[in-house]
């Protein structure tokens, strides 16, 4: 039976902590379901060392451990906290080998949310680390893809920002892109928004609309490949789909260097300009099926349009 | 001349006694390592701040002149730990061991400075002595501090000044600190300002209040007397992890060379004075000449350059 993200994750970790002398750190790891079964069952003797709920020091204290060889993972488990890490992993453990040549390798392990989680345990945020240097930024939502991140980093010396969700966790299969001969349109989801493209292109396809669909999974360092180039090339259009805000976010930046790439016009679709409610109505979720289909129907017309009127 | 802490905010219990007979006893040859470690600081200072205002050296500078006797005890008391310092730390580089050559050659924006010119005044890294760089954010170096002694098992001395004290973070890395039994020693510096702003128009508690307040032994030297600090220092280390505030002086403006009149206080005199009531006029005044001599002369070879 194939593991899912939790699991492996979960096994990566306390192979980590058995074997390599490793350290996880974070708040609450062991009392309430041991951070959705992520975070083995281990004791602090072991390499499970629970902080004291200090936003700010406990990274820091993370970034420590980093430095003298520990190679820590550090768990948040809301991403909308980082605002209060990003402190020490952003402006230390990032900058140290640019700084002094000294390597400070951390894990951090970022969870988003979404649904009734208010504004600021909601989301993904995975566009303000990408905007400091020093640190990678993979959002791995399979098994495999969990793995091929946690290699990077025991293979490297740079601090990576695994940005998780936490729709991802009880995935047990690999997402494989989607390419069609013709596409009217290369799809570019990232995180949760890659589950939500599914039913989008389902609809789509109903509506002939035709989507390649390319999971994004390395957002920094994010490297245009070449059947990036490829489906941008047959569809002549692309949109990115982000779990993080759209303004000044990932998302933009992403189509942006696509655009350059591919000379073709690529949108960005991210989380809606205000803050999320609890109530239902009033949340601001990673991109719905809905409004994928509404946007991708809306650059595909205006596409349409222009071509009639020039 | 006295030290002067009337406008200073001091602890009800500064929980430090001054032992004679540790005085007494504290043998000549380390109080003169000191002194020497201590002219050698002032001295290199001395240096910065007339290269500085040569405008040889483009970027903020952080001096340690009235304060720089502190590093020496602390090096000479504590045994090789791992240092995070802040922004003020030409002179626990010096006392610990770093390559004066590679400081200098640091605060001339060289390649071969001790942080490849990366780090500049502010920003000294040294491995070779267990001097680990400070980022620049105020503070930031206490919480690092105490996850290098939970990761590694070293002793850690962190270092901060009065301000950086009352980042959100530095509480909460010392409640850690304390929970866990670290081997650490948490230095604050207390020169009474922040820039400008002196500490009773910031806050009306105290650090040793607030280190006590998680379970850590704390003192309050009020008198920044070397033979008080290394007394402190002593009784602290068997008991870490522990917090030691120090009321130092500072002559020199938070940056540059600028000064705001007399010091309240100049402990390096002060040191002098107590030398010679030691009976140690001769090798006082010997001491800094030869580190006078020394320190100018590696200042002039350096900055010849290659």
Request: net charge negative; hydrophobic share 35%.
């Given at each position: 039976m194939a593991l899912t993200v939790a699991q492996t994750i979960s096994q990566a970790t306390r192979t980590h902590l058995e074997e390599n002398d490793g350290l996880l750190f974070g708040q609450c790891?062991?009392?309430?379901g041991w951070v959705g079964g992520t975070v083995?069952?281990?004791?602090e003797e072991e390499g499970i060392v629970e902080l004291s709920m200090a936003d700010v020091s406990g990274p820091g204290i993370a970034v420590g451990a980093a430095l003298v060889g520990r190679r820590p993972i550090y768990v948040i488990?809301?991403?909308?906290?980082m605002w209060y890490n990003a402190a020490p992993i952003l402006n230390y453990a990032a900058k140290s080998k640019d700084m002094w040549g000294v390597p400070c390798p951390i894990c951090v392990r970022a969870l988003a949310m979404e649904g009734g989680?208010?504004?600021?345990?909601?989301?993904?945020?995975?566009g303000m680390v990408m905007r400091m240097p020093g640190i990678s930024v993979f959002a791995p939502m399979t098994p495999g893809e969990w793995l091929e991140g946690w290699e990077w980093f025991m293979n490297h010396d740079k601090p990576i920002y695994?940005?998780?969700?936490?729709?991802?966790?009880?995935v047990d299969y690999e997402m494989e892109d989607d390419f069609s001969g013709q596409p009217d349109i290369t799809l570019f989801p990232i995180s949760a928004a890659r589950l939500n493209v599914a039913h989008a292109v389902e609809v789509l396809q109903k509506e002939d609309i035709t989507c390649d669909v390319v999971h994004l999974?390395?957002?920094?360092?994010?490297v245009t490949e070449e059947r990036m180039i490829v489906s941008l090339g047959r569809s002549g259009l692309g949109l990115i789909i982000d779990?993080?805000?759209?303004?000044?976010?990932?998302s933009r930046g992403i189509a942006h260097e696509l655009m350059l790439n591919a000379s073709v016009p690529v949108h960005a679709l991210g989380l809606e300009e205000r803050s999320a409610g609890f109530a239902p109505h009033l949340d601001n979720l990673t991109p719905t099926p809905e409004r994928i289909v509404e946007r991708v129907r809306e650059v595909v017309e205006q596409r349409a349009s222009q071509r009639v009127t020039s | 001349m006295e030290v002067n802490v009337a406008n200073r905010a001091i602890s009800?219990?500064?929980g430090f006694e001054p032992d004679p007979d540790f005085r007494n006893n504290f043998p000549h040859s380390r109080i003169l390592e000191i002194f020497r470690k201590t002219c050698t600081n002032r001295f290199f200072e001395y240096e910065v701040a007339r290269v500085f205002d040569s405008g040889a050296i483009k970027m903020p500078i952080y001096l340690s002149?009235?304060?720089?006797?502190v590093a020496a005890v602390f090096s000479e008391v504590m045994n090789a730990p791992m240092i995070f310092g802040q922004h003020r730390g030409h002179s626990h580089y010096l006392s610990f061991g770093g390559d004066m050559r590679a400081l200098i050659d640091e605060l001339l924006h060289r390649e071969t400075g001790c942080a490849g010119g990366m780090g500049g005044s502010a920003s000294i890294h040294c491995p070779e002595i267990g001097m680990v760089g400070h980022?620049?954010?105020?503070?930031?170096?206490v919480p690092i501090a105490v996850g290098a002694a939970l990761g590694s098992g070293k002793t850690v001395l962190t270092v901060f000044g009065d301000a950086s004290?009352?980042?959100?973070y530095v509480y909460g890395a010392m409640g850690y600190a304390a929970t866990k039994k670290l081997p650490m020693i948490f230095l604050c510096e207390d020169n009474n300002l922040s820039i400008l702003t002196e500490v009773s128009k910031r806050r009306s508690w105290s650090l040793v209040d607030v280190a006590r307040s998680v379970g850590m032994k704390a003192i309050?030297?009020?008198?920044?007397d070397p033979w008080h600090i290394a007394q402190a220092v002593s009784e602290l280390k068997d008991d870490m992890p522990a917090f030691i505030n120090v009321h130092v002086c500072r002559h020199?403006?938070?940056?540059?060379?600028?000064?705001?009149?007399?010091?309240?206080?100049?402990r390096f005199e002060l040191f002098r004075e107590a030398l010679c009531d030691c009976g140690l006029k001769e090798e006082m005044l010997r001491i800094e000449q030869q580190a006078k001599d020394e320190v100018q002369r590696v200042w002039q070879e350096q900055l010849q350059g290659p």
């Open positions: 790891l062991t009392a309430v083995p069952e281990m004791t488990r809301y991403q909308g906290f989680m208010g504004p600021v345990a909601s989301a993904a945020h995975h695994m940005s998780e969700h936490r729709r991802s966790l009880l999974k390395w957002l920094k360092p994010f779990t993080d805000f759209e303004v000044g976010g990932p | 009800a219990d500064s002149i009235g304060q720089e006797h980022s620049g954010l105020m503070g930031d170096q004290g009352e980042e959100d309050d030297l009020v008198d920044d020199h403006w938070h940056a540059g060379t600028g000064v705001d009149g007399e010091p309240e206080w100049n």
